[in-house]
């Protein structure tokens, strides 16, 4: 069936919304009707984002997806589509002004954004921040994935931001802490869709202090972010064994005592943190039907561990028992 027309309002869009609400609405143009997802599309950004023109040279028009969560005080977007431009025309700002700052994470594709300094291109990896009230061009040559973090000039004039802070601008953060903070924001929106029931207060105080480090205007009190930075890229490289605390430290962009401190204001410790972790993977793998030939020294590997006697000390530690009983019984569990 076509996708139906979303409802226009005489109202601007949705902004943040009341202390412990949230808002959350999704829209595609996959089942609409080729001539008419392009209005449609206008017509959902309208109402769910801020007034807008979109063109698309593809025969199949545009076919884009947008997923959207309002918070109490930000707003976050998840927009995947094929090759498109977006304008933000002098008439639609008119129409429907929107107080705040965008920043766009480019996850997947390669893109252009004019403004009124001049055209900058950029690929997957870097970001854009815009101010909604300003006239922009914003177009992608590719299919693209993008999470975008809005957040009102308000709550930007409470942590003290500059005024040039609001000027268009590309990121290249490639190569620096600002991309892995940007890659632990993309992760902690995407998650966010995923599962609406998180702790949502938290999400939020850790996109804006992330949103403050990736576009350089320091917060107050990023400990949330440069944590949730550090358990981010530990994750993300827990099998490699040279997962030191001065990397991780160089990747967040801190020093190793200011990580050392994050982590205890936390109630843990970085190496302990990455300790935990590896062997709660590790119990994984061990219950994983698939990995059941698996030999026990070459799964204590591909989560970090070099010495397989190190790992099944640490493991009996942590479990009570070997990692080849825990083998045994968990598949027992299993048959029964």
């Not at 008119?94 to 900058?120: I, K, Q, S, T």
């Not at 400990?223 to 997962?243: C, K, M, N, W």
């Amino acid at each position: 069936m076509p996708a139906p027309a979303p409802k226009k309002k005489d109202s601007a869009p949705a902004g943040p919304t009341p202390e412990g609400e949230r808002r959350t609405s999704r829209f595609s143009t996959a089942q609409a009707p080729l001539r008419q997802r392009l209005d449609l599309w206008e017509e959902y950004n309208e109402q769910a984002l801020f007034g807008l023109r979109c063109s698309t040279l593809s025969e199949r028009s545009l076919l884009a997806t947008q997923t959207n969560l309002v918070l109490p005080r930000i707003r976050l977007t998840h927009i995947s589509g094929n090759d498109h431009v977006i304008e933000r025309a002098p008439e639609n700002i008119r129409r429907n002004p929107v107080d705040a700052v965008m920043l766009c994470l480019l996850m997947e594709g390669e893109a252009f954004f004019y403004h009124d300094a001049g055209c900058e291109t950029l690929v997957a990896g870097e970001a854009v921040v815009y101010d909604a009230n300003r006239p922009f061009m914003y177009g992608f040559s590719t299919d693209m994935r993008q999470v975008i973090v809005e957040v009102p000039r308000a709550v930007l004039r409470e942590q003290s931001a500059r005024e040039d802070y609001f000027r268009p601008r590309v990121l290249r953060i490639a190569g620096s802490p600002a991309a892995t903070h940007a890659k632990t924001t993309a992760n902690a929106v995407l998650g966010a869709f995923r599962d609406p029931v998180g702790d949502m207060d938290e999400l939020e105080r850790n996109v804006l202090e992330m949103f403050s480090i990736i576009t350089g205007e320091p917060g107050a009190s990023p400990s949330v972010a440069y944590l949730a930075a550090s358990r981010d890229f530990i994750q993300a490289h827990l099998g490699e064994p040279d997962l030191s605390m001065p990397r991780v430290a160089r990747a967040v962009g801190i020093s190793e005592r200011h990580l050392t401190r994050v982590f205890a204001e936390a109630g843990t410790s970085p190496a302990k943190y990455v300790l935990e972790n590896r062997l709660a993977r590790a119990h994984e793998l061990l219950a994983d039907p698939t990995h059941s030939a698996t030999p026990i020294t070459e799964l204590a590997a591909s989560v970090g561990f070099v010495s397989a006697a190190h790992f099944s000390r640490a493991f009996r530690q942590q479990y009570g028992c070997t990692p080849r009983d825990a083998r045994g019984s968990l598949a027992l569990r299993q048959a029964d």
